[in-house]
């Protein structure tokens, strides 16, 4: 029976790869890559020999069709990203979408994938998180995608450009406030490190270093009840709601 199977791959260690996804790399008849080059040195590492095909966010539903129907007939595909884990602010989710719709079936390989790390790693609340990925580029929109974060009492994941941090860490100050934050950096990687405290001490410490490498931003949830008090704001006045009949 053929199947789709998303293979996570490391995010910089690659003995993150797990045993199963290498069989399962090995086996598949096709790897439906984000990035074939990328994907060609990884392989190699490994000494896989398995086809390579291109899917990636610019694919058209054509591209998609065609792997759905290699799996209708029999064939096992292999989906990868560049990094992690495929469909988690990377190519996959259409695929799988398509997949369900034609009774397809989809195998999801557990394994490496950036925020995950970050969140354990950053010492905040696990209880409950919020991944958010990439914000919008666009100072507006960003604006506005981190103002309806604002009551959310999970903790908030971001993935997020080197080029962009510092910017969007000012953007958090002014939308949520100078709350708990945690840069996760180059996990896995030689260099990595996690830089914590509040949004103010973060913007002071990318005064004095560069920001380089691959980042999460950990982000404290909103304290219960603070923007009730807020949004509110009669309440706290003694003023009777004034009912007319
Ligand atoms: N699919 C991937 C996953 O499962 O984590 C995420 C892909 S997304 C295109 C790439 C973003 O993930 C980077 O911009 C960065 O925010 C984050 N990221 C990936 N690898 C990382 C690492 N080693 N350390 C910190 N952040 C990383």
Do not use: C
């Amino acid at each position: 029976e053929g199947a789709i199977f998303l293979v996570p791959t490391p995010i910089g260690n690659l003995e993150d790869i797990t045993y199963r996804a290498l069989n399962t790399l090995k086996t598949a008849n096709v790897i439906a890559a984000e990035d074939t080059r990328n994907t060609k040195k990884l392989l190699n590492y490994f000494e896989i020999n398995t086809p390579l095909t291109s899917y990636h966010e610019h694919s058209n539903l054509g591209k998609i069709e065609d792997l759905i129907r290699q799996a209708e007939e029999g064939a096992k595909i292999a989906v990868v990203s560049d990094a992690g884990m495929p469909a988690i602010s990377d190519p996959g989710s259409g695929l799988v979408e398509e997949a369900l719709k034609r009774n397809v079936k989809v195998i999801v390989l557990p394994g490496a994938n950036a925020a995950l790390a970050a969140l354990v790693g950053s010492g905040m609340s696990t209880n409950e998180f919020y991944f958010y990925g990439f914000l919008p580029r666009k100072k507006k929109e960003k604006i506005e995608a981190l103002t309806d974060l604002k009551k959310i009492s999970a903790t908030l994941l971001f993935y997020e450009s080197p080029f962009r941090v510092k910017d969007t860490l000012e953007n958090i100050r002014d939308t949520l406030g100078n709350r708990k934050v945690a840069l996760a950096r180059e996990l896995t990687k030689r260099f990595e490190e996690y830089i914590r405290g509040t949004v103010d001490d973060l913007l002071a410490w990318v005064k004095t270093n560069e920001l380089k490498g691959e980042f999460v931003i950990v982000v404290e949830g909103a304290e219960a009840g603070a923007e009730d008090a807020e949004d509110n704001w009669w309440s706290n006045l003694g003023v009777k709601e004034h009912v007319d009949h």
